[in-house]
């Protein structure tokens, strides 16, 4: 197993001592040693994380301060750090836009911002010296707390992520974030969309898996849409239900509001088994009537490809008729339709089977930390690979007329036949490590 950093107190319990920030609707934080903001409170380096504050830098981040003595209380002095960092504030469950402002007056800034379990929100922002930008996102936070007292049942594997805690979390890295200030705030009118899926979707917490889910909230603009994703590792349409997952949802769902479903990997396996066009049919049935019932927007997803490459060197389906099921049901219901199976083999044919391995977690021994075994996966995705297929689910999201395709961001249309190259590409790694494989295949 990897060496695992940061994990230490990620369960975290509310206090009597927090009940005051717990209640807040709205959080303003100014970073560095000089001068505070009006109605900010300050962040020193030695600014640690506990239940009673309510906020500070968490996981053992190392970070220094630092105060250029401009004139603007904000943007005068900031934090900053030369390996990723992670800053917790205790929030109720509920959606927030994260506004973070970033810069330098003396040199350039690169930073990443990641949420939560490795939700991608920020790429990368770039700033020159004297020069500030203000970045936008949304996080959604949940617990795991059903209206009649009854719970979400959480797998052994989950119980420790930072997705079920009572706390918003951002990681920031790359190769010099300057972080000047944050305010945070609670937003009821946002559209939500709701995910729901496997291991081929969830928000992976640990390096180096990494799914398309977590990757898609980059592809959004600020304030309108937010990604609420509750995949799960290993799951199948009737132990999502079983587990009450969807039942959760329905509780916080709203007219308007999406639920996308990708599911197909376990629902084919023994023991588990829903057969195409019967129980799997009807359970997605369920899903569909679910979100109708409370006037959201139901979105079927079919599922990612693994990958298996014929003797010829195309892909070959290994998901039997589940996603020919889907697209049956998608057709009957008049449910909108994005054929992830489709452009996934598309995008594995593209890259051949040897090159495909760049999508997927297959590592020699030694890539990280601890590593003693080679990782040859291929079902699960690594971050450039979860990235290309959030790629290709914006164009499903475009290509199906859905409304909140208005609310993407400008990135031009992406050709699965023409992918990125990954030695122009980068993201980077969040420091926390394991060689267990997901659960699911």
């Given at each position: 197993?990897?060496?695992?950093?940061?994990?230490?107190?990620?369960?975290?319990?509310l206090?009597?001592?927090?009940?005051?920030v717990?209640?807040q609707?709205?959080?303003?934080?100014?970073?560095?040693t000089?001068?505070?903001a009006?109605?900010?409170?300050?962040?020193?380096?030695?600014?640690?994380?506990?239940?009673?504050?309510?906020?500070?830098f968490?996981y053992?981040?190392?970070?220094?301060a630092?105060?250029?003595?401009?004139?603007?209380?904000?943007?005068?002095?900031?934090?900053?750090?030369?390996?990723?960092?992670?800053?917790?504030?205790?929030?109720?469950?509920?959606?927030?836009?994260?506004?973070?402002?970033?810069?330098?007056?003396?040199?350039?800034?690169?930073t990443?911002?990641?949420a939560?379990?490795?939700?991608?929100?920020?790429?990368?922002?770039?700033?020159?010296?004297?020069k500030?930008?203000?970045?936008?996102?949304?996080?959604?936070?949940?617990?795991?707390?059903?209206?009649?007292?009854?719970?979400?049942?959480?797998?052994p594997?989950?119980v420790?992520?930072?997705?079920?805690?009572n706390?918003?979390?951002?990681?920031?890295s790359?190769?010099?974030?300057?972080v000047d200030?944050?305010?945070?705030?609670k937003?009821?009118?946002?559209?939500?969309?709701?995910?729901?899926?496997n291991?081929?979707?969830?928000?992976?917490?640990?390096?180096?898996?990494?799914?398309?889910g977590?990757m898609?909230?980059?592809?959004?603009?600020?304030?309108?849409?937010?990604?609420?994703?509750?995949?799960v590792?290993?799951?199948?349409l009737?132990?999502?239900?079983?587990?009450?997952?969807?039942?959760?949802?329905?509780?916080?769902?709203?007219?308007g509001?999406?639920?996308?479903?990708?599911?197909?990997?376990?629902?084919?396996?023994p023991?588990?088994h829903?057969?195409?066009y019967?129980?799997?049919n009807?359970?997605?049935?369920?899903?569909?009537?679910?979100?109708?019932?409370?006037?959201a927007?139901?979105?079927?997803?079919?599922?990612?490809?693994?990958?298996?490459?014929d003797?010829?060197g195309?892909?070959?389906?290994?998901?039997?008729?589940?996603?020919?099921?889907?697209?049956y049901?998608?057709?009957?219901?008049?449910?909108?339709?994005?054929?992830?199976?489709?452009m996934s083999?598309?995008l594995?044919?593209v890259?051949?089977?040897?090159?495909?391995?760049?999508?997927?977690v297959?590592?020699?021994?030694?890539?990280?930390?601890?590593?003693?075994?080679?990782?040859?996966d291929?079902?699960?995705?690594?971050?450039?690979?979860?990235y290309?297929?959030a790629?290709?689910?914006?164009?499903g999201?475009?290509?199906?007329?859905?409304?909140?395709?208005?609310?993407?961001?400008?990135?031009p249309?992406?050709?699965?036949?023409?992918?990125?190259?990954?030695?122009?590409?980068?993201l980077?790694?969040?420091?926390?490590?394991?060689?267990?494989?997901?659960?699911?295949?």
């Open positions: 197993m990897f060496k695992m950093l940061f994990l230490a107190g990620i369960l975290t319990t206090s009597a001592g927090a009940e005051y717990f209640a609707v709205s959080y303003k934080f100014d970073f560095g000089g001068k505070v009006a109605g900010f409170k300050q962040v020193l380096a030695t600014t640690e994380y506990n239940d009673v504050q309510g906020y500070g968490d053992n981040s190392q970070v220094i630092l105060d250029r003595g401009g004139s603007d209380a904000l943007t005068s002095d900031f934090c900053t750090s030369n390996s990723p960092f992670f800053f917790s504030v205790k929030v109720p469950e509920g959606n927030y836009k994260v506004s973070v402002t970033l810069g330098d007056l003396w040199q350039n800034s690169i990443t911002i990641k939560e379990s490795r939700r991608l929100m920020v790429k990368e922002i770039k700033t020159i010296p004297g500030f930008t203000t970045v936008s996102f949304m996080v959604n936070i949940r617990d795991s707390l059903l209206p009649n007292g009854q719970k979400v049942i959480l797998k594997r989950e420790n992520q930072l997705d079920w805690d706390k918003l979390t951002l990681e920031f790359n190769s010099r974030p300057c200030a944050i305010e945070i705030q937003v009821e009118n946002a559209t939500t969309v709701y995910l729901t899926g291991s081929t979707v969830t928000d992976q917490q640990l390096e180096p898996w990494a799914c398309w977590q898609i909230p980059s592809f959004f603009k600020s304030d309108k849409i937010v990604i609420a994703n509750h995949a590792s290993g799951s199948t009737g132990a999502f239900v079983a587990q009450k997952r969807l039942e959760k949802i329905m509780s916080v769902i709203k007219p509001d999406y639920l996308f479903v990708e599911f197909a990997h376990n629902d084919q396996k023991g588990a829903e057969k195409p019967t129980t799997y009807a359970l997605l049935k369920r899903f569909i009537d679910s979100a109708r019932a409370h006037k927007i139901p979105v079927l997803v079919t599922s990612t490809c693994r990958r298996f490459f003797s010829s195309h892909i070959e389906n290994t998901l039997g008729e589940y996603p020919a099921a889907m697209r049901e998608a057709k009957k219901d008049g449910v909108a339709l994005i054929d992830l199976n489709a083999a598309e594995f044919n890259f051949g089977p040897e090159k495909s391995k760049q999508l997927f297959q590592f020699p021994s030694g890539t990280f930390p601890g590593q003693l075994n080679a990782l040859a291929n079902t699960h995705f690594n971050d450039f690979g979860a290309e297929l790629k290709c689910m914006v164009n999201i475009r290509d199906s007329k859905l409304d909140i395709a208005k609310y993407l961001k400008g990135e249309v992406f050709n699965p036949q023409h992918p990125d190259d990954i030695k122009k590409w980068d980077p790694l969040t420091p926390m490590y394991t060689s267990i494989k997901p659960l699911g295949n």
